[in-house]
């Protein structure tokens, strides 16, 4: 089963995590500055049991969230 970290929690990151266990993934992880009970930035905490982050965060904010997943060696999917 692939395991997701989600960066970026608005209509699209809720839309993943919904489908996602129809298709065999379990989210194991969210980064959202502005959602309650996620993580507030890209951490080595917040993406460690991740096989993958999907990124669907803000285009201001995402050639940044890009130089962290590569600096801890994770793969990605960026949809923003």
């Not at 309650?36 to 917040?46: K, L, N, S």
Request: charged share 20%; hydrophobic share 40%.
């Amino acid at each position: 089963m692939p395991k997701i970290c989600l960066i970026g929690y608005g209509k699209m990151g809720k839309m993943l995590a919904s489908l996602a266990p129809q298709y065999g993934c379990e989210i194991v992880s969210i980064v959202d500055p502005l959602w309650q009970g996620a993580h507030r930035e890209i951490t080595p905490d917040a993406v460690r049991e991740a096989d993958v982050c999907i990124e669907f965060s803000h285009p201001s904010v995402v050639m940044q969230n890009i130089r962290k997943l590569i600096e801890f060696e994770k793969n990605m999917v960026i949809g923003t």
